[in-house]
C-alpha cells in the first residue's frame, strides 16, 4: 500500500492506543524510517523524553538556523547530557545565506512578507527538506491549540510537499497537559517558558506573549494576517 493511503488507516486504526505504543507501531511498520524533529520546545521535550527514555528507534533531529537563542543551545546541551542518545544537527546551505545577507543585510525580514519567508525558506526548509528525505514517518510536536491554522489537524496526515507521513502524537494536548509532563518527568526544558514565551524560534522573530495574547502572538509579532507559519508545515486552512 502506497504512503499515501496508509495516512487515514493509521487514523482509523489506532485512536485509542497510547502515544508510546502508536510510536511503536511505526518503528515496526517503517523500520529505519522514522524521524522527530525538535526545536526544544516544551511539545517536543516531551515527545524526546518519550523516544529516547523507551529506546525507541526514531532519529531524532534538529534544525540550527543560525540565529537561535543562547537558551535554546543550552536545553539542546542538557538533553544531550541527560539521554546520552544522539540529535543530529541539520543547517541550512551556506551559499544562500551568505548570498541572502549579503545582499539584503542581516535583518531583511523586517521589511516585508516577502522577506521573512525567503529566510525561513533558506534557513529552515531547505535543511528540513535534507532532514526528512528518505524517511517514511515524519513525527512533529503541533498542538491543534497551538493557533486557528492547526485547529483542523489529523494525529497522521498525508504532507503533500514532502512526500511522508507527519504524525502529530500531541494534537489533542493542552498546553498545561504539556507542561505537567515535562515538570512530573523532569524533562529539561527551555528556560524562556518561565518568561512568557510559549512558542520559541530564531531569537530575532522572537518575543513572549503577555497575557490573553494569542499562543502564535510572539512568533512574527510585527506581521498581520500572515498565518504565522514558517514554511515547515502545510497546514489546512
Known amino acids: 500500500m502506497e504512503l499515501q493511503q496508509l495516512t487515514e488507516q493509521y487514523n482509523a486504526q489506532h485512536s485509542e492506543k497510547t502515544m508510546l505504543e502508536k510510536l511503536q507501531f511505526l518503528v515496526e511498520q517503517h523500520p529505519g524510517k522514522v524521524v522527530f524533529t525538535t526545536s526544544f520546545g516544551y511539545e517536543d521535550q ?5 523516544i529516547f527514555a523507551n529506546d525507541l528507534d526514531i532519529k531524532v533531529v534538529t534544525l540550527d538556523t543560525g540565529r537561535l537563542f543562547p537558551e535554546t543551545y543550552k536545553v539542546y546541551r542538557s538533553t544531550l547530557e541527560r539521554y546520552k542518545k544522539p540529535i543530529r544537527v541539520y543547517y541550512p546551505p551556506t551559499e544562500e545565506v551568505e ?8 535583518f531583511s525580514f523586517y521589511e516585508s512578507l516577502e522577506n521573512r519567508k525567503e529566510c525561513c525558506y533558506i534557513r529552515k526548509v531547505i535543511p528540513l527538506k535534507r532532514a526528512l528525505a528518505e524517511n517514511e514517518i515524519w513525527i512533529t510536536g503541533l ?12 494525529e497522521f496526515e498525508w504532507d503533500e510537499g514532502n512526500g511522508i ?4 502524537p500531541l494534537m ?3 498546553l498545561e497537559q504539556t507542561i505537567e509532563y515535562v515538570k ?11 518568561k512568557g514565551f510559549v512558542s520559541i524560534g530564531c531569537q530575532p522573530c522572537t518575543r513572549a506573549i503577555q497575557p490573553g495574547e494569542d499562543f502564535r502572538a510572539g512568533r512574527w509579532w510585527w506581521e498581520q494576517g500572515s498565518g504565522k507559519e514558517c514554511g515547515l508545515h502545510s497546514l489546512k486552512k
Open 184 to 194: 512530573a518527568n523532569r524533562v529539561p526544558y527551555n528556560v524562556l517558558h518561565d
Open 172 to 174: 489533542d494536548w493542552s
Open 165 to 168: 507521513i507527519k504524525f502529530n
Open 99 to 106: 548570498a541572502l545577507v549579503t545582499e539584503k543585510g542581516p
Open 143 to 154: 498542538r491543534a491549540s497551538q493557533s486557528n491554522n492547526r485547529s483542523g489537524m489529523q
Open 46 to 50: 516531551v515527545i524526546t523524553d518519550i
